[in-house]
């Protein structure tokens, strides 16, 4: 079963345009990371939130947390054809393992 | 590029078969995840591996083992395949493991099951 829910399940925008996605999940976390993925392969690590973080930037992006609702969004700004991917909220309960959300299908038009 | 690397990048396999993926982990990783992803999900933790001993595992029947060598790579077993085993297979190599440890993935080895 998934830990984390993202929601939409799939988001078509205009180059230029920000994308945001969100994630919701049911445990306690020790911190929240997103990932993108490219055509069905590896998963490429974007930005790590931990559980006492309420909002971190990494260049376009732009994550936030809410532990009180368990739920996090992901923003991309000014979004361009690179980004077109899929997008997956992971959380780390600080065990050994991630869980991973079903993801957002982002698609950016030229 | 992660550094890791996993092979075969593609692969058939019969139905009642049996299938072996590896995994070479980025230099100095000692810890490697594996990870199955259905098509139109996310993945599932199957299980992972620290310094060649099984570290926690995932709802996965015991047709799914593996094994962690002393240069770190590993392998993921799978027997008696069954077609829901079609999917991507993900592994993961991170320098130790618990909160916060970033894992970095391979390109993943898909697996079809005819």
């Known amino acids: 079963s998934q830990q984390g829910e993202e929601d939409p399940q799939a988001l078509s925008i205009q180059e230029g345009e920000n994308a945001t996605m969100n994630c919701s999940y049911k445990?306690?976390?020790?911190?929240l990371q997103w990932y993108r993925q490219n055509s069905g392969r590896g998963l490429v690590h974007l930005i790590l939130?931990?559980?006492?973080?309420r909002e971190k930037h990494s260049g376009r992006l732009r994550v936030t947390l809410d532990t009180s609702k368990k739920s996090s969004s992901l923003l991309i700004t000014a979004s361009r054809a690179a980004d077109t991917a899929s997008y997956f909220c992971a959380t780390d309960a600080g065990d050994y393992k991630l869980s991973f959300g079903a993801g957002t299908t982002v698609t950016v038009r030229a | 590029e992660t550094g890791v690397t996993q092979s075969p990048t593609h692969l058939i396999k019969t139905r009642g078969q049996q299938v072996t993926l590896r995994c070479s982990s980025q230099s100095g990783h000692n810890t490697v995840s594996w990870y199955q992803q259905a098509l139109g999900q996310g993945p599932q933790f199957i299980f992972q591996?620290?310094?060649?001993?099984?570290?926690g595992r995932g709802n996965f029947p015991p047709r799914f083992s593996g094994l962690q060598f002393p240069n770190y790579s590993s392998e993921l077993n799978v027997n008696a395949l069954e077609l829901d085993d079609s999917a991507l297979y993900l592994c993961?190599?991170?320098?130790?493991f618990g909160a916060g440890t970033e894992a970095f993935f391979g390109q993943g080895t898909r697996l079809t099951v005819v």
């Open positions: 993961a190599s991170s320098l130790g």
């Open positions: 445990t306690s976390i020790n911190n």
């Open positions: 939130i931990r559980s006492n973080e």
């Open positions: 591996y620290y310094r060649e001993e099984e570290n």
